[in-house]
Nanobody, 118 residues
């Protein structure tokens, strides 16, 4: 199973970006999907997650600004980011908990850079 993330870029404060992450492979099913981010000099942190049933969870700093969603038919997770702030600048990583055969594992995308200018 491979995850491919896209959608990062440079945006001014107050702007919006939409990240996408698609999983590819064969004979697998996806449980929880999520997005993490890592800013320079900081630890990686969970930004948002969404369960198979659609329940969502957000870190406090992005509540009301970011929205996570998923398209199960496309094995894709999205992160709509609005009202971006310079402190949102980070490399964003998608992750999925995947069941492949009898193995449940965590898979990660390659990371996509989001830069918010003030």
């Amino acid at each position: 199973v491979q995850l491919q993330a896209s959608g990062g870029g440079l945006v001014q404060a107050g702007g919006s970006l939409r990240l996408s992450c698609a999983a590819s492979g064969s004979r697998f099913s996806i449980n929880t999907m999520g997005w993490y981010r890592q800013a320079p000099g900081k630890q990686r942190e969970l930004v948002a997650s969404i369960t198979l049933g659609g329940s969502t969870n957000y870190t406090e700093s992005v509540k009301g600004r970011f929205t996570i969603s998923r398209d199960n038919a496309k094995n894709t997770v999205y992160l709509q980011m609005n009202s971006l702030k310079p402190e949102d600048t980070a490399v964003y990583y998608c992750t999925m908990k995947v069941l492949s055969g009898f193995t449940l594992g965590d898979y990660w995308g390659q990371g996509t850079l989001v830069t918010v200018s003030s």
